[in-house]
């Protein structure tokens, strides 16, 4: 079992940085891929960036490529995301999900997902 507990969300200008950070419990961490996620309003769950643990590779959604970042920090069982250069169409609430499948992009490859953090771009 895995726990995630997505934090630092909230209220930006266009153009502006948040970096969302997510907690996960359980030690094997480090052995599931961790992906980024967000839901807009009356839209369905989209991927936005994801983080392999086999080999380290990233992945990124076209939208918010160049203009978001996925990192992970193993030794505190954390894994962010940096958002710069925020648009109001990343306007969503973001979750944070693991995942021990090979293809780490689509949402059905995820097992635990956090509660998700809510976040508004103005513009």
């Known amino acids: 079992q895995v726990q995630l507990v997505e934090s630092g969300g909230g209220l930006v200008q266009a153009g502006g940085s948040v970096r969302l950070s997510c907690a996960a419990s359980?030690?094997?961490?480090?052995?599931?891929?961790m992906g980024w996620f967000r839901q807009a309003p009356g839209k369905e769950r989209e991927f936005v960036a994801a983080?392999?643990?086999?080999?380290?590779?990233?992945y990124y959604a076209d939208s918010v490529k160049g203009r978001f970042t996925i990192s992970r920090d193993n030794a505190k069982n954390t894994v962010y995301l940096q958002m710069n250069s925020l648009k109001p169409e990343d306007t969503a609430v973001y979750y944070c999900?693991?995942?021990?499948?090979?293809?780490?992009?689509?949402?059905?490859?995820?097992?635990?997902w956090g509660q998700g953090t809510q976040v508004t771009v103005s513009s």
């Open positions: 999900a693991a995942s021990k499948d090979v293809t780490i992009v689509v949402v059905t490859s995820y097992d635990y």
């Open positions: 983080n392999s643990w086999r080999d380290g590779s990233t």
């Open positions: 359980g030690r094997t961490f480090s052995r599931y891929a």
